[in-house]
């Protein structure tokens, strides 16, 4: 039995289903954990989502930004979806967008499966928070997107503001800068607040600004962690977190991380040779 963590899909079905055959995935005895962005700009988000969807006994998800912004315009009327891009259009007007729809709302935001010794989330965590803080607050986060109120927090989804996580937060407000933590972090100062704008590589970013993953005095997470979101960070190792996002959709490779075995393991194929090479980021 083997677990297998998968960085950024966003649509790009023909190298996720050339990575399963290259992993020899076998559904009875094996798990794979996707660390969001399953959909958009890769080309067939649609055939994606079906696949995974279709696999979902075996799977762990933590949604992205892109996902979330999929469910985001799922919630807008027929006329203002026809408006958004013909990869996303395919699965708004699918016969079984309800359906997929519902899955993905019940998806996770923050995974951590204390026998393997691994966490999983899109983009990262606050400085200040232990293991056990992240699982409350993603949670908080779950239980509103599963729950019949998820139209109100979906539509209020979008926003820079606030920018950094506090407990006092409330409603809404809490809720975003729970979400812009969890999913779109990159580089933060010591307070946590994010700078969504820097997204380059280490030593790119302004002054007063850290990865994530490397601000001082933050809160040690007895935990290895695995990532996405930042595709020009490309693979990294180091301070207990290994993100996996490798660019499949700007022409890099799509990657797959081991998580059973002693030492992690990774396994990779190139994309689509159609796929331009780029630093793009969203």
């Not at 290259?22 to 696949?51: A, H, I, M, Y």
């Not at 926003?159 to 937060?169: I, M, T």
């Amino acid at each position: 039995m083997a677990t297998y963590a998968i960085g950024d899909v966003q649509g790009c079905y023909p190298e996720l289903a050339r990575l399963l055959d290259k992993l020899r995935f076998d559904p009875v005895d094996d798990r794979l954990w996707f660390c969001g962005d399953l959909v958009n700009r890769g080309g067939q988000s649609l055939e994606t989502l079906r696949l995974i969807h279709g696999l979902r006994d075996n799977v762990v998800v933590t949604l992205g930004n892109h996902d979330l912004s999929l469910l985001a315009i799922a919630q807008r009327k027929p006329d203002a979806q026809s408006r958004v891009n013909p990869e996303l259009r395919e699965v708004l007007f699918a016969e079984d967008a309800p359906v997929l729809f519902e899955w993905l709302r019940n998806q996770k935001l923050f995974h951590h499966d204390e026998a393997l010794g691994w966490s999983m989330v899109h983009a990262g965590l606050a400085p200040s928070w232990t293991l056990r803080q992240a699982q409350r607050v993603a949670q908080e986060i779950e239980r509103e997107l599963s729950s019949p109120r998820h139209p109100r927090l979906l539509k209020n989804l979008f926003g820079n503001r606030p920018a950094a996580w506090s407990s006092r937060l409330q409603g809404i407000e809490r809720y975003r800068a729970a979400i812009n933590t969890l999913t779109r972090m990159r580089y933060c100062d010591v307070n946590g607040r994010i700078d969504f704008e820097a997204k380059g590589i280490p030593g790119s970013q302004k002054p007063g600004l850290y990865p994530w993953f490397a601000v001082p005095g933050m809160r040690r997470r007895e935990t290895r962690i695995v990532c996405g979101h930042w595709s020009a960070l490309g693979r990294f190792a180091g301070l207990g977190v290994y993100a996996i996002d490798t660019g499949c959709v700007w022409g890099g490779q799509l990657t797959a991380l081991r998580l059973d075995g002693e030492e992690p393991h990774y396994v990779t194929v190139k994309a689509e040779p159609h796929r331009k090479r780029s630093g793009g980021e969203d």
